[in-house]
């Protein structure tokens, strides 16, 4: 129903069939009843596997794709901070060139002025917790995503599990037999080495002016915290992917976020924000330069040129490369690396009824804090210009907004690039005419879907990536239980087979 596999370049001529898909990775759950063949079934010691290693030899062996400062080869971990990191905390934010007198690796966005063009690096980052149940299914997801991203790529990306201690009892950061007692008890030892942990109290320790850090809910409402604190102590990554572990790409990972990362690449910033907000569907507006064109003659050239600054914030992203938008041709941004993906819109709270709309604290201007908010954000990309920024403003004045609204205001607010990637999303209705669901899921006043006590909420529970307050999405949990060929009772049939394009699911939940 919504976004494009042609317009985006990720490609839909062929499908994906659950034993080929899983079968490297562990599922050898096939049955025997000999009348089908089968792909050869994985049989890898997983118990000896340590992906940290694998990750780090094959960093090694294509160093020299890389900058110099991309052969960090430190185990991951989280320290408190000293009273530099405070004191100097200007010194993590990167500046555009025009603003800095002396020019260092540290805090200059600069380009290599050398002939050789490198290959930037990714961090993913999969957001898990102590108490969380490594299913089977789980384990095959992230081994298939360090194959797939990591080793395929040639360490052009990298994985690591983020994983926060709720038990407050266990001195992780002061005992490191504590630390590794708890890699012990609460991560299978394959993914030891890939894992970083946090806990509330190192959170507080970076940052004590946000407040709220309620060892019952810190999680949900400081989910980019960590994300920030990885970026300043694992600087030799360009651009970091956070995932929850309840989302599932049936496809290659790694053609997938290249093709949002080169996709995100080539938007313009001329009307991004207007861009963003709206869903783009091929059956309502055909081509993608169609729905662009749509926004056009309906923002005409109102649209958000540069930052929208509010008291208290430095814009760190650079002056638009015209005075006003009507100047530039959809040219400024073309080629420039996004700073904020989200692969659903991305929009203005204030005419909606989301009920954290309004949770802005610490920010001198208060409900007239300029603010968007991504609609779902179990999967987000964001630059390590945006992450330091972030950070600085939680340090110096403790900023603070939900984890949904924080990474796309700041963007807002520090005139960076953000883009909405149109993911191909499925919707398992027939009652209503795309012109009705188009009517519905782009409007954005209190009778839409972002108003959440709507009755079109219930919607959501029919679609193949969503989360709505209030409703649980079932449509995504049921295809994946029947392309893994989950009957009814949950046990594992070959009675039926599905072969599915490459879709994102959201979320996956007791499989």
């Given at each position: 129903?919504?976004?494009?596999?042609?317009?985006?370049?990720l490609g839909s001529g062929y499908c994906f069939e659950r034993y080929a898909r899983n079968s490297p990775y562990g599922d050898n759950?096939?049955?025997?009843?000999?009348?089908?063949?089968?792909?050869?079934?994985?049989?890898?010691?997983?118990?000896?596997?340590?992906?940290?290693?694998?990750?780090?030899?094959?960093?090694?062996?294509?160093?020299?794709?890389?900058?110099?400062?991309?052969?960090?080869?430190?185990?991951?971990?989280?320290?408190?901070?000293?009273?530099?990191?405070?004191?100097?905390?200007?010194?993590?934010?990167?500046?555009?060139?025009?603003?800095?007198?002396?020019?260092?690796?540290?805090?200059?966005?600069?380009?290599?002025?050398?002939?050789?063009?490198?290959?930037?690096?990714?961090?993913?980052?999969?957001?898990?917790?102590?108490?969380?149940?490594?299913?089977?299914?789980?384990?095959?997801?992230?081994?298939?995503?360090?194959?797939?991203?990591?080793?395929?790529?040639?360490?052009?990306?990298?994985?690591?599990?983020?994983?926060?201690?709720?038990?407050?009892?266990?001195?992780?950061?002061?005992?490191?037999?504590?630390?590794?007692?708890?890699?012990?008890?609460?991560?299978?030892?394959?993914?030891?080495?890939?894992?970083?942990?946090?806990?509330?109290?190192?959170?507080?320790?970076?940052?004590?002016?946000?407040?709220?850090?309620?060892?019952?809910?810190?999680?949900?409402?400081?989910?980019?915290?960590?994300?920030?604190?990885?970026?300043?102590?694992?600087?030799?990554?360009?651009?970091?992917?956070?995932?929850?572990?309840?989302?599932?790409?049936?496809?290659?990972?790694?053609?997938?976020?290249?093709?949002?990362?080169?996709?995100?690449?080539?938007?313009?910033?001329?009307?991004?924000?207007?861009?963003?907000?709206?869903?783009?569907?091929?059956?309502?507006?055909?081509?993608?330069?169609?729905?662009?064109?749509?926004?056009?003659?309906?923002?005409?050239?109102?649209?958000?040129?540069?930052?929208?600054?509010?008291?208290?914030?430095?814009?760190?992203?650079?002056?638009?490369?015209?005075?006003?938008?009507?100047?530039?041709?959809?040219?400024?941004?073309?080629?420039?690396?996004?700073?904020?993906?989200?692969?659903?819109?991305?929009?203005?709270?204030?005419?909606?009824?989301?009920?954290?709309?309004?949770?802005?604290?610490?920010?001198?201007?208060?409900?007239?804090?300029?603010?968007?908010?991504?609609?779902?954000?179990?999967?987000?990309?964001?630059?390590?210009?945006?992450?330091?920024?972030?950070?600085?403003?939680?340090?110096?004045?403790?900023?603070?907004?939900?984890?949904?609204?924080?990474?796309?205001?700041?963007?807002?607010?520090?005139?960076?690039?953000?883009?909405?990637?149109?993911?191909?999303?499925?919707?398992?209705?027939?009652?209503?005419?795309?012109?009705?669901?188009?009517?519905?899921?782009?409007?954005?006043?209190?009778?839409?879907?972002?108003?959440?006590?709507?009755?079109?909420?219930?919607?959501?529970?029919?679609?193949?990536?969503?989360?709505?307050?209030?409703f649980k999405p079932e449509y995504s949990n049921v295809l994946y239980r029947k392309w893994l060929g989950i009957d009814d009772q949950?046990?594992?049939?070959?009675?039926?087979?599905?072969?599915?394009?490459?879709?994102?699911?959201?979320?996956?939940?007791?499989?």
């Amino acid at each position: 129903m919504f976004g494009s596999y042609e317009e985006t370049g990720l490609g839909s001529g062929y499908c994906f069939e659950r034993y080929a898909r899983n079968s490297p990775y562990g599922d050898n759950v096939l049955p025997d009843d000999g009348q089908r063949d089968r792909p050869q079934l994985s049989n890898v010691d997983w118990e000896k596997v340590d992906w940290g290693q694998l990750q780090h030899e094959c960093a090694i062996l294509n160093r020299n794709r890389f900058e110099e400062k991309s052969q960090d080869t430190k185990p991951p971990m989280f320290r408190y901070p000293d009273h530099e990191d405070i004191q100097q905390v200007n010194s993590t934010l990167i500046l555009p060139e025009s603003r800095v007198k002396s020019r260092t690796r540290s805090n200059v966005d600069r380009r290599s002025s050398g002939s050789k063009k490198y290959k930037k690096r990714n961090a993913i980052l999969l957001r898990t917790y102590d108490s969380k149940e490594y299913t089977p299914d789980n384990m095959h997801h992230i081994r298939s995503m360090i194959t797939e991203l990591s080793l395929h790529s040639g360490a052009e990306y990298e994985v690591f599990l983020l994983v926060q201690i709720v038990d407050l009892e266990k001195p992780i950061f002061f005992d490191s037999t504590a630390y590794q007692e708890a890699l012990d008890l609460y991560v299978p030892r394959e993914f030891h080495n890939i894992s970083v942990l946090f806990n509330v109290p190192l959170m507080e320790a970076w940052y004590p002016k946000v407040g709220k850090h309620d060892p019952n809910n810190s999680q949900q409402v400081h989910m980019t915290q960590p994300l920030q604190l990885f970026s300043l102590l694992r600087p030799e990554f360009d651009l970091y992917w956070q995932f929850e572990l309840d989302v599932r790409y049936t496809g290659h990972h790694y053609h997938h976020l290249e093709a949002i990362r080169q996709w995100a690449q080539k938007r313009p910033r001329k009307l991004q924000w207007e861009r963003a907000a709206y869903f783009y569907s091929p059956f309502i507006h055909q081509t993608w330069s169609k729905f662009c064109r749509k926004i056009q003659d309906m923002f005409t050239d109102r649209g958000i040129w540069g930052a929208v600054t509010t008291t208290g914030i430095s814009p760190v992203g650079p002056s638009p490369s015209t005075s006003s938008p009507e100047e530039d041709d959809f040219e400024w941004g073309v080629g420039e690396p996004a700073d904020f993906i989200n692969i659903s819109p991305i929009v203005d709270p204030v005419q909606t009824h989301m009920m954290f709309r309004d949770w802005v604290d610490n920010y001198p201007d208060g409900l007239s804090t300029p603010r968007r908010v991504a609609a779902v954000t179990p999967m987000i990309a964001t630059s390590k210009r945006l992450l330091r920024a972030m950070h600085h403003s939680q340090v110096t004045m403790g900023a603070h907004m939900m984890p949904e609204m924080f990474p796309a205001s700041s963007a807002l607010q520090h005139g960076l690039k953000a883009v909405a990637f149109p993911e191909p999303v499925y919707l398992d209705i027939d009652d209503k005419t795309p012109e009705e669901l188009e009517s519905i899921f782009n409007d954005q006043t209190i009778t839409g879907m972002w108003n959440g006590s709507s009755p079109n909420s219930k919607l959501a529970q029919h679609i193949s990536y969503w989360w709505s307050a209030g409703f649980k999405p079932e449509y995504s949990n049921v295809l994946y239980r029947k392309w893994l060929g989950i009957d009814d009772q949950g046990n594992r049939t070959d009675d039926f087979r599905l072969c599915l394009p490459a879709i994102t699911l959201h979320p996956i939940k007791g499989i």
